[in-house]
């Protein structure tokens, strides 16, 4: 075993592991006997590709191969990018902007003229009626984009696809999203307008679609639930012609079913949530499996898990053991896919036979239940090596102070079997803030985290105030307040873990991108808790973010920090670049020379301040990067340059051979 000190452990994970040795995995659908999912691969430039294979096992096939990109822009962060049904296929491809239609055996064909301005989300195919229903944002004109849901002719295909734009259905509200339709052709969807994010207010609608000479259209409109304080949310259809959707009426996103004889009740009232925020589109926190039963994933106290909901009855039938949930379900009388994710392993697609493990009386929460087909990672890990969340709390601080209730978190250990560090000393920490802000740090394993904690530092992966999974009172923690609570939530943080030995209370550090970015900017220049901070193309000017972002976020500040402009002076007052004389440690900035969102020239600022302060910095820009890294090389060279900077401050040496990195005021 080697003796080194915490933070220079040699480890068996690189970060060539870490893009090469990886793939992300999403939005898996079933048709039939078949499961199809997206894997995306920063190998590649962070290219996103359709994959299908049989459900019963056999091998996977590429559906787009080539420089097919199946992605797409719409609210900028896209999802819903392709739906399968019936063996005809459609997708949204990055690379021309258009949606194209695959049939079994046959090649893509343009359904969707090509267009820079035109995009196109939440796709669901329906070959039966010959349609397919669309979120559609357009940018044409210079004016802010205006979303619709649209109906595009499936067989309108080929040279003739140039005219095909789409025939709008519903428009008028600033955003919507979701169409289902039913047997019966009833079309639920779900809208909302400016200020409210989909998280805060939302309406779900149903009418009725029908076909006319003059083509595709909704009547009878009404809405059957969510209103201003209210997020209802990820609408389907029973094969009965029951609506099932998920709201936060009760404070936690719970599953409820409508009828219009019947109204509205709850399926499972609980204190858990069953879906997260609409970040993207296109997601399945739930799936319909049949008349009576649903596969769904739900999060209690932080920790999430998959299940059975009987609709009439209300029980839940665990399928995993907690802890192990699911980002992407599907289900169909031949099976059960989900993405399943892991506290101790890689995150894998996985297909559960329910019908066989019925007859075979197993239990369906035991790791064989669920048969993996495709591991997202296929690293092996030596056994010991893996470092566990550990569920911590700590008391609410800073503008809450006094106030009940905690603040949640999980703690990882240092963990390497070959390795240990010298007695009586105690490890760096990394204190992440994740993005959004509106969002949620699970245990499930994730390789970036081993990557810290097998090289010997402890990390503090904190749900602030603000964050989802915790019911909407705690998601209403930062109303008003970005800025204040996740900076006191995440300094509290890491001054309890050093209070309880966990951590080295000389040797604390911050770090977040994004919105994660701006709490670690914040907190460097509002506190004096941490020594070292990184900000990976963090917010530093929250009146530029305000006055120049995209259509989706361009309201998000009015919840988070107050109405602009008429709170211009609070923006200021918590913009890291309003306090850059109380910037009190060193930093790393890490910023894409593209980015849109956070422009470069708030982290060029930042540094020249710390500069002029006598502190250590470091600015790398990452040329054709936006807003966040793709690019294999980009994100080998940033963990390289975190590794350099952490140990020039904390006083240790890599293990790994890093190539150095200019830090002023240090070099």
């Not at 962070?46 to 559906?63: K, N």
């Not at 070959?418 to 993005?435: D, V």
């Not at 709170?567 to 913009?575: C, D, G, H, I, N």
């Amino acid at each position: 075993m080697t003796s080194a000190p915490y933070g220079s452990w040699p480890s068996p994970l690189t970060v060539d592991q870490l893009t090469t040795g990886s793939v992300g995995l999403a939005e898996v659908r079933l048709d039939g006997d078949r499961v199809h999912w997206l894997e995306s691969r920063a190998d590649q430039g962070g290219r996103t590709s359709l994959w299908r294979a049989p459900l019963a096992g056999g091998p996977a096939v590429e559906l787009t191969p080539g420089s097919a990109n199946v992605r797409t822009r719409v609210h900028e962060y896209g999802g819903g990018g392709y739906d399968v049904a019936d063996g005809v296929v459609v997708h949204a491809d990055l690379a021309d902007g258009r949606v194209h239609v695959r049939r079994d055996g046959a090649p893509a064909v343009p359904l969707t003229p090509a267009s820079g301005e035109l995009r196109y989300a939440d796709l669901k195919v329906h070959p039966d009626r010959g349609l397919v229903l669309a979120v559609r944002e357009d940018h044409r004109g210079g004016r802010e984009a205006v979303a619709t849901l649209v109906a595009l002719d499936l067989d309108a295909v080929g040279p003739g696809a140039d005219a095909q734009e789409g025939q709008v259905l519903v428009q008028g509200p600033d955003f919507c999203s979701t169409p289902e339709l039913s047997g019966d052709d009833r079309l639920a969807w779900v809208q909302w307008d400016h200020p409210a994010m989909p998280w805060d207010a939302t309406a779900l609608m149903v009418g009725t679609l029908t076909r006319t000479a003059a083509g595709w259209e909704v009547g009878d409109v009404h809405q059957v639930a969510g209103g201003p304080a209210e997020s209802a949310v990820q609408p389907r259809w029973l094969p009965d012609g029951t609506l099932v959707f998920v709201s936060d009426r009760s404070g936690w996103w719970n599953l409820y079913a409508w009828t219009p004889a019947g109204g509205i009740h709850a399926l499972h009232p609980t204190e858990a949530e069953f879906c997260g925020p609409q970040w993207v589109l296109g997601q399945t926190p739930y799936a319909v499996l049949d008349a009576d039963r649903l596969l769904c994933s739900l999060t209690r106290s932080g920790v999430q898990s998959v299940a059975l909901l009987q609709v009439s009855t209300g029980e839940l039938t665990p399928l995993t053991a907690p802890g192990t949930g699911a980002e992407d379900l599907a289900a169909s009388p031949a099976g059960l896919a989900a993405v399943l994710t892991h506290p101790d392993r890689a995150t894998g697609l996985a297909v559960l036979d329910l019908a066989a493990a019925d007859l075979a009386g197993g239990d369906l929460t035991g790791a064989g239940a669920w048969e993996e087909r495709r591991p997202s990672s296929s690293l092996p890990l030596p056994p010991g090596s893996v470092s566990l969340a550990e569920a911590v709390s700590w008391p609410r601080s800073g503008v809450e102070a006094g106030e009940p209730g905690e603040v949640h978190g999980w703690y990882y250990p240092p963990t390497n079997p070959e390795a240990s560090a010298p007695a009586g000393t105690l490890p760096p920490l990394i204190t992440l803030s994740h993005g959004g802000p509106t969002s949620f740090s699970s245990a499930s394993l994730t390789l970036a985290y081993q990557f810290w904690t097998s090289r010997g530092y402890a990390v503090l992966d904190v749900n602030y105030g603000g964050s989802t999974g915790y019911g909407r009172a705690y998601r209403e923690r930062l109303v008003d307040r970005w800025g204040l609570v996740d900076v006191a939530d995440c300094a509290a943080g890491a001054l309890a873990m050093a209070e309880q030995g966990r951590a080295d209370p000389a040797r604390l550090a911050v770090r977040g991108g994004s919105a994660g970015g701006y709490t670690t900017l914040r907190a460097l220049t509002a506190t004096t808790t941490f020594a070292a901070g990184i900000s990976q193309y963090g917010v530093g000017d929250l009146e530029a973010l305000a006055l120049d972002t995209h259509k989706f976020e361009s309201r998000y500040l009015d919840g988070l920090v107050g109405p602009y402009p008429a709170a211009r002076a609070v923006y200021l007052e918590r913009s890291p670049l309003s306090h850059l004389d109380t910037l009190a440690a060193p930093v790393l900035l890490l910023q894409g020379t593209e980015d849109k969102v956070v422009p470069p020239q708030q982290a060029e600022t930042m540094a020249e301040a710390a500069r002029a302060a006598g502190l250590a910095v470091a600015l790398l820009l990452f040329p054709g990067e936006g807003h966040g890294f793709r690019r294999s090389e980009t994100i080998k060279a940033s963990y390289d340059a975190q590794q350099y900077f952490l140990g020039r401050l904390f006083g240790f040496t890599p293990a790994d051979d890093v190539p150095p990195i200019s830090i002023d005021n240090l070099d």
